[in-house]
Nanobody, 123 residues
Framework: QVQLVESGGRLVQAGGSLRLSCAAS????????VGWFRQAPGKEREFVAA????????YYPDSVKGRFTISRDNAKNTVYLQMNSLKPEDTAVYYC????????????????WGQGTQVTVSS
């Protein structure tokens, strides 16, 4: 089992950058794929990025490809989401999630979730 805690969300101006962190507990963190999701008010939760357990493979939807970068440091049990060229439509609560095995882009396939961190992008 793994516990996840997100941090790094804040208010930022459009065009700015932000790095979110997802700190995990557990000694087998490298066995877990991690995904980032976001949910804006009144909208469904949306897939943002995913990374394999070893960190060699990443996956992004077109909406963030080229702007967001997911990475991980398994020695620190931490996954990062670097967000550049932020837009007001990126405003949401951002969640990290973990699952054993291969990464996926569906939130229904993740077993462990953090509490979320708020990102607000002003225009």
């Amino acid at each position: 089992q793994v516990q996840l805690v997100e941090s790094g969300g804040r208010l930022v101006q459009a065009g700015g950058s932000l790095r979110l962190s997802c700190a995990a507990s557990g000694r087998t963190f490298s066995s877990y794929a991690v995904g980032w999701f976001r949910q804006a008010p009144g909208k469904e939760r949306e897939f943002v990025a995913a990374i394999s357990g070893g960190g060699s493979t990443t996956y992004y939807p077109d909406s963030v490809k080229g702007r967001f970068t997911i990475s991980r440091d398994n020695a620190k049990n931490t996954v990062y989401l670097q967000m550049n060229s932020l837009k007001p439509e990126d405003t949401a609560v951002y969640y990290c999630a973990g699952r054993l095995g291969v990464y996926r882009d569906s939130d229904a396939l993740y077993d462990y979730w953090g509490q979320g961190t708020q990102v607000t992008v002003s225009s």
